[in-house]
């Protein structure tokens, strides 16, 4: 499995490169069900939509996007997006009232897009490289996206979507590929490489913070810890 997503319900949705989304019960060693050729490619991403207990999205090395109502998997899917010339989206997720969903572009595409729940591009921005994580900030509407190759290969970046629009902010460089905000109070941003856990302040997406001398104290104490 190269994709998998937890549902409040307690299912575990999996995908990988058979091109299927299985559900598992937790409570029965069996599959509960599922899609048995969700993409044109391997399942690279996926992610239940919050409040919406039976939405599902995933998204595929062929490029496309697709949203899954689990309860009426026969009818295929409730919406789908382009593949956009077969290139990967390596990154998928929900924002916290299920009004949105970033969808990160692989190396060949590089781009960070917001979706609505029906797949309608809302914003788009050049990335700077393959997107290979994205976690949105449970308050305030940040999101925060990890470059796993490219020109910001390693780096996390801060984005303030709008109704129509992305707006970029600070970058931190590094070697991250995957991230989660903290759920308990929302302070803290977490990213990990292999071999290597960091935990990010908030403190270092304040502008003050990006002072060069300072920047690089607080970074190497950061590293340190």
Same mark, same amino acid.
Request: aromatic share 6%.
């Given at each position: ?10 299912? *575990?949705?999996?995908?990988? +490169? ?6 598992? @019960? ?10 048995? &050729? ?10 239940? %939509? ?30 789908? $997006? ?15 009232? #299920? !009004? ?12 960070? %897009? ?25 308050? #305030?509407? !940040?999101?925060?996206?990890?470059? #796993?190759?490219? $020109?910001? $290969?390693? $780096? ?7 109704? @129509? ?8 460089? #590094? ?7 903290? *759920? ?23 502008? &003050? =913070?990006? =002072?060069? +001398?300072?920047?690089?104290? %607080?970074?190497?104490? *950061?590293?340190?810890?």
């Amino acid at each position: 499995a190269g994709a998998a997503a937890w549902a409040d319900a307690g299912l *575990l949705a999996t995908g990988g +490169r058979d091109r299927r989304i299985i559900l598992h @019960d937790a409570r029965s060693p069996a599959g509960v069900g599922g899609v048995a &050729a969700a993409h044109g490619g391997e399942v690279t991403g996926l992610a239940w %939509r919050p409040s919406h207990a039976h939405t599902l999205a995933s998204s595929g090395a062929d490029g496309g996007v697709r949203v899954w109502d689990m309860r009426n998997l026969a009818a295929g899917p409730a919406a789908e $997006a382009g593949d956009r010339a077969g290139a990967a989206v390596k990154a998928l997720a929900w924002s916290p009232a #299920g !009004a949105a969903l970033a969808a990160g572009g692989g190396s060949a595409d590089g781009t960070l %897009r917001i979706l609505t729940p029906t797949l309608r591009l809302r914003a788009s921005a050049p990335a700077g490289g393959q997107v290979s994580g994205a976690a949105w900030r449970a308050v #305030g509407g !940040a999101l925060a996206t990890a470059c #796993g190759y490219g $020109a910001n $290969a390693g $780096a996390i970046t801060l984005w303030t979507p709008t109704s @129509d629009a992305l707006s970029r902010g600070p970058t931190l460089p #590094g070697g991250h590929s995957a991230l989660a905000w903290r *759920l308990t109070g929302g302070c803290q941003a977490a990213a990990w490489r292999p071999l290597c856990a960091r935990w990010v302040m908030c403190c270092l997406w304040c502008p &003050a =913070f990006w =002072f060069p +001398r300072r920047r690089r104290r %607080r970074h190497a104490q *950061l590293c340190s810890q």
